[in-house]
């Protein structure tokens, strides 16, 4: 009994963990809607800097459109096309094929567009067709 106890506990714990970082996500998608574009980012960094790939894409995204800054945008997108993030992948492939915050590299958007399209993003599977 007393090794279920930690075990239960840390299930516990793993679930709340991912409960609040999912409300933090949200929250910090709610602030960018809204327009409140550092609080977004603060929240968003946070998350990111926790490994959670889908604040890594979000971050990423931000830096993209919101700060115009594709170089900062390349690096939360790298980081969260490595933990599987399949759009963040394709965002990528965008910035390398356009050059933008990095050298153009039609040769490396076509490997960030298909592996996101290998993993099944529609979007990806377009832009790997229309680089046929």
Do not use: C, S
Request: glycine share 10%; proline share 3%; aromatic share 8%.
């Amino acid at each position: 009994m007393k090794r279920r106890l930690p075990f239960a506990a840390g299930l516990l714990l793993a679930a709340a963990t991912a409960a609040a970082m999912a409300q933090t996500l949200e929250e910090a998608l709610t602030a960018r809607r809204a327009g409140d574009i550092e609080r977004a980012r603060v929240a968003l960094a946070a998350l990111a800097g926790q490994g959670n790939r889908d604040a890594q894409f979000r971050l990423g995204e931000l830096y993209e459109t919101d700060y115009k800054r594709p170089e900062l945008a390349a690096n939360w997108y790298a980081r969260a096309g490595e933990a599987g993030q399949l759009q963040a992948l394709n965002n990528l492939g965008a910035l390398a094929y356009e050059g933008r915050g990095m050298p153009a590299d039609r040769g490396r958007a076509f490997a960030l567009y298909r592996r996101a399209a290998e993993g099944g993003l529609p979007a990806a599977q377009y832009n790997v067709a229309l680089m046929l």
